[in-house]
């Protein structure tokens, strides 16, 4: 008998005339403001970024530095997994 396959969530939300999805997301451990997560826009899944909510930045795999977009996917992360 085969074991039931986990079941496939993801967090969607709607935010100006974008769908956003939160496909993983974890937390780190060290500093409690950054994220790893990986979300899908309108469809298109990024790779895993890291979300920084103090500074307001994620940082793409290539080390690379981008601003959040307003009411993007780093707005939606951190103010629904908030402290």
């Not at 930045?57 to 997994?81: K, M, Q, Y």
């Amino acid at each position: 008998m085969a074991a039931p396959l986990p079941a496939l969530a993801a967090f969607c939300r709607d935010s100006h005339n974008h769908s956003i999805c939160i496909l993983s997301i974890k937390r780190s451990a060290k500093n409690y403001w950054e994220y790893r997560a990986s979300v899908s826009i309108d469809g298109v899944k990024r790779p895993v970024e890291l979300y920084n909510c103090r500074d307001r930045i994620r940082v793409r795999p290539d080390g690379t530095f981008v601003w959040f977009d307003d009411h993007g996917a780093g707005e939606l992360i951190c103010s629904f997994f908030q402290k």
